[in-house]
Structure formats: C-alpha cells, structure tokens
C-alpha cells in the first residue's frame, strides 16, 4: 500500500492543523494505521496509532489530549488533529500502516510508510 501524508506547514504556537494519510489500496481497512515524527537530530517518536475499525486509539503520553486519530475507511485516509501546537512539536510526521498486528508502539510494527510531512511551530 502506499501513503501520501499532507497538511503540514507552518504555525504560531498554541495553534492547529490537521494532517491526513491517503491510503492506495482498497483493503485499508485491515490496516491498523500509525503516525509518528522525528525532530533534528532526534529518533523517531511514536504518537498516536486507530484499530482496523477506529473504536481503539493509542496516544503517546507527549500528545494525549493533545492530538486525536482518526480514520475514514470509506475515502481510505487516516487524520491526526493537533491541537495547542508548541515549539517541541515542530518535526517531520509520518504516517505508517500495520498490517501484522504488531506492536504499535515500534517503527519495526509498520509495514509501510508515508513519505513525512513538515510540521513547523513557531514561538
């Protein structure tokens, strides 16, 4: 499958945006779908992850209350709302899809990736 991450850009701090994940394959509603980030110099950071059928999210606990998961398996796109955006989330974000029920927590647990899209807060 392959993914198309949009919506990043620029921000003032304490603002939003939403990214969207456009998913090629029909079968998208078996994926279990991811997004993750990685800032200058940093490793990749788990987020925020929505079961195959979007009744279960995860969140890192940077961004719980924060960000919110979710997925559209009609128009096979996944979102990530995030609200009261800071400096420390300026990053690349990434989306990624699981297919094995691997951990979600773990890059190693995504099967495919998007290709990022540049999230940059200013202060």
């Known amino acids: 499958v392959q993914l198309q991450a949009s919506g990043g850009g620029l921000v003032q701090a304490g603002g939003s945006l939403r990214l969207s994940c456009a998913a090629s394959?029909?079968?998208?509603?078996?994926?279990?779908m991811g997004w993750f980030r990685q800032a200058p110099g940093k490793e990749r950071e788990f987020l925020a992850a929505?079961?195959?059928?979007?009744?279960?999210?995860y969140y890192a606990d940077s961004v719980k209350g924060r960000f919110t998961i979710s997925r559209d398996n009609a128009r096979n796109t996944v979102s990530l709302q995030m609200n009261s955006l800071n400096a420390e989330d300026t990053a690349v974000y990434y989306c990624?899809?699981?297919?094995?029920?691997?951990?979600?927590?773990?890059?190693?647990?995504?099967?495919?990736w998007g290709q990022g899209t540049q999230v940059t807060v200013s202060s």
């Open positions: 990624a899809a699981d297919s094995r029920g691997s951990s979600i927590y773990r890059q190693d647990g995504y099967d495919y």
């Open positions: 929505i079961s195959w059928s979007g009744g279960i999210t």
């Open positions: 394959r029909r079968t998208f509603s078996r994926y279990r």
